[in-house]
């Protein structure tokens, strides 16, 4: 779906999360949200909040599960995905906490197999993620699934893409202070969930957008495997279409 703006387009997925969060609730079940980070869904939370302040929608029946985190990271630092989320989304709305699930930064190495699997083991006995949100990196990475991530990729520790540290490396003020690693869902649980809604704004996302959308699904820009998900959307502004 094309929007002619990323501020439409937030506000039109940002009412569908509010309508499933609703619609769980009237049925007294869970609604499931695996949630992203970066800065393409902020506009989106600030919408949730929106609703949640003026329109009374409830965050108490919500389990989220976050994509991924850097490693290592303490949840208090500046460029944490905990505080990502506390910051835009968790500190505004009445969600559990919990029931609020980060990839944990501070696991001891010899422990983080171990905490990727029973994170695996969480989202399952939540009942599966419901609706996964996502953003795009440039390297075609979901969540932080870098080219060489498989479809059967599970969560998991990885080594950061050289252009991905690159891209981040202004919100950690030089290159050289971000982490060299992450700990990130895998292509595979990502394409277990019931529904995905992929989110992409501006024209340095265009060429990634092409590569996902027409190219041939390949370990090299991993998002190409979600053209195998049956219920998936891929929401665009104008200038992230430009070149399909
Ligand atoms: C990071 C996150 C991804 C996100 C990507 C794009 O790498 N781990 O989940 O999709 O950035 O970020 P942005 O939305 O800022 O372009």
Request: proline share 6%.
């Amino acid at each position: 779906t094309i929007y002619p703006d990323s501020e439409q387009a937030s506000v039109a997925v940002a009412r569908e999360v509010a309508r499933l969060i609703r619609e769980r609730a009237a049925q007294g079940r869970p609604a499931v949200l695996g949630l992203a980070t970066g800065s393409t869904p902020t506009r989106l939370y600030e919408e949730l909040v929106r609703l949640h302040r003026e329109e009374g929608l409830s965050f108490a029946n919500v389990i989220s599960f976050n994509l991924d985190e850097y490693y290592p990271m303490t949840p208090s630092s500046l460029q944490s995905y905990v505080r990502f989320m506390h910051e835009y989304l968790f500190d505004h709305i009445d969600i559990r906490p919990e029931n609020v699930h980060i990839p944990d930064g501070t696991v001891p190495p010899e422990q983080v197999a171990e905490f990727c699997r029973r994170y695996e083991e969480q989202i399952r006995e939540a009942g599966g993620i419901d609706l996964q949100l996502l953003g795009i990196g440039r390297t075609g990475h979901i969540g932080f699934n870098e080219p060489g991530s498989g479809p059967a990729s599970r969560t998991r520790l990885i080594t950061l893409d050289h252009i991905t540290r690159t891209d981040a490396a202004s919100d950690f003020y030089g290159e050289e202070h971000v982490p060299r690693r992450a700990l990130t869902m895998g292509v595979g649980t990502i394409l277990e969930a019931h529904e995905i809604v992929l989110l992409a704004w501006g024209e340095g996302k265009a060429a990634v957008v092409k590569r996902m959308t027409e190219g041939e699904p390949t370990d090299s820009v991993p998002a190409t495997y979600l053209q195998r998900h049956p219920h998936v959307r891929v929401v665009l502004d104008e200038a992230a279409s430009a070149e399909l």
